[in-house]
T-cell receptor
């Protein structure tokens, strides 16, 4: 069974701080995605990474896919209250079925 | 962009009754849709894969007779929670891959979710 473990599980930081969220697995994924979900809503796609070692930037967010395609990280620079939410990684081994990570709940305090 | 419309957004029902949740792809065709369940402050758990014109594929541990899935057209999938009980209370979310590519590297588009409360 494929599992995606995210760490930390919870994170509460002050506005302006930097943070990194990790997504780890013992399985290899053909692609991995990061989503952000706000309470009472469905997840919204942030980025997709498909190549080992790939780095993508989305404004203050930097995503990296591990060389072996088993792990990924999300780094947020100068966090803002609007970044608050549940961050989920999701991976697939080549099918339509994605496995979601355990989630990281981020709260950015003003 | 691709939009998936899900309704109702929330529903309260009495124990023993059935509830139907609809998921529509508004501007694209979805031969496959996915239904997830999410408990408070937890991640998404895949319940089943809905396939247009064929039977749904259920994940291990999900009761097929409890959670009926119908995917009658390329734009509509429904999840019916039959004989609902309080333990079925949860947040149910559908999603579809709008890109049509295999694998769906363009990501999933998610519905806004349905909060079901069984009293």
């Amino acid at each position: 069974t494929q599992l995606l473990e995210q760490s930390p599980q919870f994170l509460s930081i002050q506005e302006g701080e930097n943070l990194t969220v990790y997504c780890n697995s013992s399985s290899v994924f053909s692609s991995l995605q990061w989503y952000r979900q706000e309470p009472g809503e469905g997840p919204v796609l942030l980025v997709t990474v498909v190549t080992g070692g790939e780095v993508k930037k989305l404004k203050r967010l930097t995503f990296q896919f591990g060389d072996a395609r088993k792990d990924s990280s999300l780094h947020i620079t100068a966090a803002q209250p609007g970044d608050t939410g549940l961050y989920l990684c999701a991976g697939t081994s080549g099918t339509y079925k994605y496995i979601f990570g355990t989630g990281t709940r981020l709260k950015v305090l003003a | 962009g691709a939009v998936v419309s899900q309704h109702p957004s929330w529903v309260i029902c009495k124990s023993g009754t059935s509830v139907k949740i609809e998921c529509r792809s508004l501007d694209f065709q979805a031969t496959t849709m996915f239904w997830y369940r999410q408990f408070p402050k937890q991640s998404l758990m895949l319940m089943a894969t809905s396939n247009e014109g064929s039977k749904a594929t259920y994940e291990q541990g999900v009761e097929k007779d409890k959670f009926l899935i119908n995917h009658a057209s390329l734009t509509l999938s429904t999840l019916t929670v039959t004989s609902a009980h309080p333990e079925d209370s949860s947040f149910y979310i559908c999603s579809a891959p709008p890109g049509g590519a295999y694998p769906p590297n363009y990501g999933y588009t998610f519905g806004s979710g349905t909060r079901l409360t069984v009293v």
